[in-house]
């Protein structure tokens, strides 16, 4: 089938097929997507530690204000949802498991809510704190 | 008969896999790392910035276990990603041409994405003299 036709297959198996395993095989799908941009994105940050200290101190200050700590734990949650869902995978498919795959799907579920409380005690402080005056005060932000 | 199968195929999808087994580890080390910094406080002359002095202290506080740590975890990641991206493109079953140009617009986009996240990592690392002052 040809490329274009990506969505229109993508939404079609979740017409043909409206159960668990679609719904999560579709949240995996694009989660990886999302990681493969984000690590191009993250590569692109950071390689300027080659231009200079000042370049990185810049893009690090840009990347470190409240709607960007909004957006990592964003990422965090899309890291453990691509984790999470990945382990269920390999369990089904090592362990024989296949069976029982929406109950992994549920207790994967558990975990991930456990982790996003676990990092959001950390991480959701970290959006209100005051880490972006010290980016006004580099003046990368207006 | 489809292009891709076989040996070929069985083989990066257990890659995939056991690379997915490597970057739970490295994944939940990392982002302990840097992106909970702020349990840093008061380490390394923390400045409620992450910023560059402050990445080198710390990738160099734990001398060569970050080291390792990086040059394996780089390639693995990006592997993964690029494997991952292939596997999403050979659902679709494009034409034999058309996934050979592909897979190597892939392998480029890899092995760029490796030598920048590795390189990178040798500056931050000090190794030789590729190292710039911190800013």
Not at chain 2, 72 to 84: D, K
Request: charged share 10%; net charge positive; with cysteine.
């Amino acid at each position: 089938m040809p490329a274009k036709n990506f969505l229109g297959i993508f939404v079609n198996e979740a017409k043909l097929n409206p159960n668990l395993g679609t719904f999560s095989y579709m949240l995996h799908r694009l989660t990886g997507i999302a990681l493969a941009i984000y690590l191009i994105m993250h590569t692109w940050v950071l390689s300027s530690a080659q231009i200079s200290g000042e370049a990185f101190d810049d893009r690090l200050a840009m990347v470190q204000t409240p709607f960007f700590h909004v957006l990592e734990y964003l990422l965090v949650a899309v890291v453990f949802m691509h984790m999470i869902n990945g382990l269920r995978i390999i369990i089904a498919d090592f362990f024989g498991a296949t069976r029982k795959h929406k109950l992994l799907f549920w207790i994967g579920l558990i975990i991930f809510i456990v982790m996003m409380v676990w990092f959001g005690t950390s991480m959701i402080p970290r959006i209100f704190d005051h880490s972006h005056d010290a980016a006004q005060a580099l003046g990368v932000l207006p | 008969m489809q292009a891709y199968h076989s040996t070929y195929s069985t083989f990066t999808w257990l890659a995939q896999r056991i690379t997915a087994l490597f970057l739970v580890y490295f994944l939940f080390t990392h982002i302990d790392f840097n992106h909970l910094i702020q349990w840093a406080q008061g380490e390394y002359g923390w400045t409620g910035l992450i910023d560059f002095s402050f990445v080198r202290a710390r990738l160099q506080s734990g001398s060569v276990f970050w080291m390792i740590f990086y040059f394996l975890f780089i390639p693995v990641c990006v592997f993964h990603a690029m494997n991952g991206l292939w596997g999403i493109i050979a659902d679709y079953r494009p034409s034999p041409r058309l996934g050979k140009f592909l897979q190597v617009v892939l392998i480029l986009i890899g092995l760029a994405l490796t030598y920048f996240g590795a390189s990178t990592m040798i500056n931050l690392f000090q190794i030789g003299t590729g190292g710039t002052n911190a800013g």
